[in-house]
């Protein structure tokens, strides 16, 4: 706020007078003879142009200004003295005046912005400006930016080129005494050679001297010429370091790979969104399930598998014909002369004119005769010719088998060859009997059997059981049926999980009686047991068969001291409950195999022992 009192020109816009060195001028008159009001001053305006000039005039060029003592010079085309073209020779005199005069504060004044006129001389072609506007004064605070101008290379101080003038020297100081023209004030104008006039080259400068090399901020030209290929163009940089070859490969390189992750994490999320909806919605086009790949076919050699494919290619399926009957069963191998062991009942319907028929697990079939059998225990053996490469089945040890093993049956039942189940060892010593369609008891087999709960149907007698490492420990008999109730059951009846088959070790023994003799050997005691006997025992009976002894004279059992009713209730230790199972437990020994007995006679109990006689079997 000024508060009402007069404004006052700012700094910037007063101009001081100020000598060489910059200090405000404090001698010499005032221009225009204003007196100093507070600092303030009216500028001097030009005087009116002449009318005679036209409105044209010409500017005096500076005149190089002579040493001391030395006469001044004047430019070529210009006149020395004298009047020339309405111009006063004293003004063209004055315009090199000599050192420490007036003229020369004048000439020192022409550097500035304006010059004072003088008599005579030319006018400028417009007003100085009181408030040192830019571009004609000093810049003020609303002065605009100034105006972008095409930069170009300076030369060297002091040499000149064909369109532009020398660079000036450093300013000339005025004469001592001579007063300073104010900035802002004319100074006298001071003339310029013609145009015509050729500019000097200082004596210095040679011809094959080499410009000197441009300033950093001189390098850069953006209106310079293209450069010609090969040649060196002006340097146009940011001041950014140029990247190298390998730099810039390394960045390739770098981008190739982010833009393969990037693709690799698009690709693994679109192919996850696919994947769950084909999951949840079934998929389209085809259906294809999943399935698991091939895998090797090796077994362990103690699982199912592994037992069976040990044993199969010595199983055989025996096809029998003969008496106006058929029926089917399975064998295995017992040597590789192609001795064959099954069961009696297998075999039974051929008779002495029959024809069996052995089918091998690869589909090859063969004729095969019978060898033996015997009905007492349900074994018979059969033999093919004409066949090489037999692989016999191993055979176990029936003794040595406990409850709990596991096994594996193999046979052809209902005529399914290669049927393979398994189980365990249910139960030993399990007396059976099979057979007795015949009425007189001939045909009664008597079996200390192996109780199983592999499955065996029929089809499956004669067939074997395996234990854990695919050796033979029984041959597979009997089954008990759950609609007769029989021990052996001929009809198609299934299995009930009860199984029986003959030790190996009796059937080993029966086997190699067959194949050497044709005929097996019962083992026996030489008494007659009355089989209608109810009490738990196994009595002896009143008489014998066709009204002989019941005791047979000069026997193992006279030689031991049995007698007529005595009731036995133990063998080696073990218990019997009836006639059949002292028959059973009395067949599981070879004759000559000692027997310790536990007889009961008139309510007491007394120990024999005798030695198993021998009798032929049938």
Known sequence: MNEGKPTKAKWWSRPRPQGLSGEPESTGPAPGGLADTDGDFELARPAAR?????????????????????????????????????????SAASAVPAQGGPAASAVEAGNATSAVPVDGASEPLHDPDPYSTPPYGEPGPWAPAPPVQHPAATPAHGVTTADRPAMPGPPVPPPQGAPAAPPGIPGPAVPLPPPSAPTPVPAAVHADAQPPTPAPWQRYDPWAAPVAPGGHGPLQQNGAGVPSTEQRRRRGRKALLGAAVLLALVSGGVGGVMGVYLERNGGVGTVELPQAGKEPAARDADSVAGIAERALPSVVTLHVSGSGEQGTGTGFVLDTRGHILTNNHVVQSAGSAGEITVTFNGGETAEAELVGRDSGYDLAVVKVKGVRGLTPLPLGNSDSVQVGDPVVAIGAPFDLAGTVTSGIISAKQRPITAGGEKGDGSDVSYVDALQTDAPINPGNSGGPLLDAKARVIGINSAIRSADSGSELDSGRSGSIGLGFAIPINQGKRVAEELINTGKATHPVIGITLDMDYTGDGARVAAEGSEGGPPVTVGGPGAKAGIKAGDVITEVDGQRVHSGEELIVKTRAHRPGDRLELTVERGGKERAMSLVLGSSGGS
Not at 69 to 86: H, I
Request: no cysteine; glycine share 14%.
């Open 50 to 90: 002449q009318a005679d000039d036209g409105g044209d005039y010409e500017l005096r060029r500076p005149e190089p200004v002579p040493a001391d003592g030395e006469p001044a010079r004047v430019p070529a085309g210009m006149p020395a003295e004298g009047a020339e073209d309405g111009v006063p020779a004293a």
